[in-house]
Every structure is written in C-alpha cells, then in structure tokens.
C-alpha cells in the first residue's frame, strides 16, 4: 500500500498528492509517468511524476478532478493508502546539453511542465518559462515556476492575472525579440500543443511534446495509446511520452482523445451519487 504523506487543493479542481513509494522516487526522472488505484476496483489511470524525493521517498503527482477515478483518489485524504503506484514508467525526458530552453505549460499540464524546468535549471541551462491559465483562480505553480526560470510570463485567457492572451502569442514575441533557443518543450492541452508547434515551425525551433493519450497497462501491450508520429505508429507509454511535436499528428491525437467522453460524463456522474449516498 502507498501511503498519501500531504494533499494540497491547489485550485478548485486540482489536487497535490505527496505518496510514499521510495521504489518509485528511487529512479524517477522528470517526464516518467506512473499508474495508480485507488482502491482494488478502481480504474488504472496514469499520471505524470510531478516530483519526487530520493532522500524521504515520496512521489508527487498533481491531478485534475474530471472523472470517476480522480475523483475517487481525490476522496482519499493524507494517511490513507492507495492499492497500486507502479512506476516510473516511460522513456525520461532528454534534457541534457540544452543551454537556452523555453517551457511552455497550459493549465494542469503546467504539473509536468515543472519538473523539467526545474532540472534544466539544475543542470545549468537558461529557462524561459510561458504558463499559461484560463483565468486567475486557476494558476498553479507559480512560485515553484519562478523559482526555477530566468524569465516568466503569466497568461490568462481572460486577462484576470499577468498578461491578456494565449502561451502561443508570448512565445512568438519571444521568439521575434530576438531569443535563439536550443528547444522548445511544450506541455499542456492537445490544441494547445498543436499551435505551439504551429509557432515554432515557422522559426526552425526544434520542439518537444507530452503525449498523454487514453492509456491502460502502460506497457504497450494494449495499443490504447497509440500516435501516428512522422507517418509512424507510437505508443505513448514505451516510446513517449515526449515526442517531436512537429512530426505528431495533433488531429488524429484530438479525435482519439474525445472518444470516452460520454463515458467519463457517466463514470463522474456515478462517483459523484456514490459519495453523496456515503455522505447521508
């Protein structure tokens, strides 16, 4: 069992898990991911290594609360154990060698994007950091994000914090002003990646992408999270989940990824009846 050592609602809908499972912090590296249980019954859902202690061995996995699984985890509280937490699984991220970075993270996936600005830092290299929210009363990681970066700039899509617009019109100026950087890694919603690439295409800038599609035994044995890259089929879980983003075919990954959405729509709705019966 895997012990839940601290939880920290970051925002409304997201959740900081610090789990005991000194295995897993033994070899985790930023852009492995694990799969967690939350109970024997429950659904095996991955989540990207957010963090990790080697010393205390812990895991830190952020999580958004949108389905029937998150849920059930976010229903845990600090004491209480999760069934399984198998990792690290995937390849790490290749972060060794680059001088000038800029990390682009949007919403939760501003959780992945973390870890490997904070290694770059660690590792010497320039990091520009573009996070990017909906509004102000879902930021997260700011301070950890500051922290680690050279340079920082805050989006909103509705302007409520830092500045007005979309991670993709602060990279460009970024960009255009003149910053000669040896990668771009983008981290965050599918359409959002998309564009990033769309971006810095334009400029010859090398970038990486997190693929984080449907995904089930996180051995490439069931195919779930397949990806057409550069022509070619990938798993995310034994190939990835980082990529060349301007060889992944974004549409194909959108239309996968929308597959189980009414299936998800039922799973909430279930969890949700079931914890309010366990309520009254």
Do not use: W
Not at 131 to 153: H, N, P, T, W, Y
């Amino acid at each position: 069992m895997y012990r839940i050592v601290e939880k920290e609602a970051l925002n409304p809908t997201v959740t900081r898990m610090v789990i005991e499972a000194p295995l897993v912090a033994r070899k985790a590296q930023p852009g492995q991911f694990i799969i967690f249980r939350a109970s024997e019954d429950g659904e095996r859902v991955p989540l990207t290594i957010a963090d990790y202690d080697r010393e205390k061995g812990t895991v830190t996995i952020i999580f958004q609360i949108v389905g029937g699984a998150t849920m059930e985890l976010n229903a845990l509280e600090a004491g209480d154990s999760l069934t399984d937490f198998v990792g690290p699984l995937g390849k790490p991220s290749d972060l060794e060698g680059l001088k000038k970075v800029a990390v682009v993270g949007g919403g939760v996936g501003c959780a992945i994007a973390y870890p490997t600005a904070k290694r770059l830092h660690e590792l010497g290299a320039e990091v520009h950091a573009v996070v990017g929210f909906r509004s102000r009363d879902l930021v997260i990681l700011e301070k950890e994000f500051s922290a680690v970066s050279d340079r920082m700039l805050m989006m909103t899509d509705d302007g409520s914090y830092g500045e007005k617009g979309l991670v993709t019109n602060a990279l460009e100026r970024l960009i255009q002003e003149g910053n000669r950087y040896d990668e771009v890694i983008a981290i965050g919603p599918l359409v959002m990646m998309k564009f990033v690439c769309k971006v810095t295409e334009k400029y010859g800038v090398k970038t990486t992408v997190s693929m984080n599609p449907i995904m089930i035994d996180g051995t490439g044995m069931c195919g779930g999270c397949r990806l057409t890259v550069g022509g070619q089929t990938k798993f995310a879980c034994v190939d990835g989940p980082d990529f060349d983003g301007h060889q992944v075919d974004f549409d194909e990954a959108i239309q996968r990824g929308g597959m189980y959405r009414d299936f998800e729509a039922h799973a909430r709705e279930a969890a949700c009846n079931l914890f309010k019966k366990e309520a009254e």
